[in-house]
């Protein structure tokens, strides 16, 4: 008996492709959460990334979806000597999304490309320092939508750093990194819906 009760709830979950599909033509805006905590590499004790923002999207296909968006990002680093930074800055970005499959639970890959500004307090052996840095950066990563109804969708994904340029106007010093990304949380609501 319990079986049977089971298999329409494991249908409603994940296979219901008449429930919530993105389309060609739809709008959607986006919440997003990101973090990060890198603590392998050794010369450094902590190092913390987050990030929220917005952005609007717009689906080219029906599951392909182009966004741009802006957001707000914290970062605290500790090293292993006695080095600290703790700085906030603005960051725009563009990310495709291409969904694979139907139905309300689908796994997704992106590609993100981003540029920004951070503006950091560092402390290096007692002596306070004020820093301003640029940066650029490609990423990738992998993940799964959920269709919460026809209009929202919660999405989680793991994202990779591929490469990132930072250029600090303070010390004129320039570094490249390639770095594991973080976990990436997103609320979307399709706003612009076309006519079924």
């Known amino acids: 008996m319990r079986t049977l009760l089971l298999l329409p709830a494991i249908y409603l979950l994940f296979c219901d492709g ?25 010369n450094q004790r902590y190092q913390i990334t987050t990030r929220s923002g917005i952005s609007f999207g717009y689906f080219f296909r029906d599951n392909f979806s182009l966004d741009a968006g802006t957001g707000l990002d914290g970062y605290f680093y500790e090293g292993t000597n006695s080095f600290q930074s703790r700085s906030l800055g ?15 639970l689908q796994p997704f890959l992106r590609a993100i490309g981003g540029a920004g ?30 269709w919460l109804s026809h209009q ?28 594991f990304g973080g976990l990436y949380w997103s609320l979307g609501y399709i706003w612009s819906r076309r006519s079924q």
């Open 18 to 42: 008449l429930f919530a599909q993105p389309q060609k033509g739809d709008i959607i805006l986006n919440g997003h959460l990101y973090g990060s905590m890198d603590i392998l590499n050794p």
């Open 90 to 104: 603005l960051s725009s970005q563009v990310t495709g999304t291409l969904y694979l499959g139907r139905g309300k």
């Open 117 to 146: 500004s951070q503006w950091a307090v560092e402390t290096r052996d007692g002596v306070l320092y004020r820093s301003q840095q640029e940066f650029i950066g490609l990423g990738t990563g992998f993940g799964l939508a959920y």
């Open 152 to 179: 929202v969708v919660a999405r989680a994904s793991l994202n990779i750093n591929v490469y990132e340029h930072t250029f600090d106007r303070a010390t004129n010093s320039t570094e490249i990194e390639n770095n």
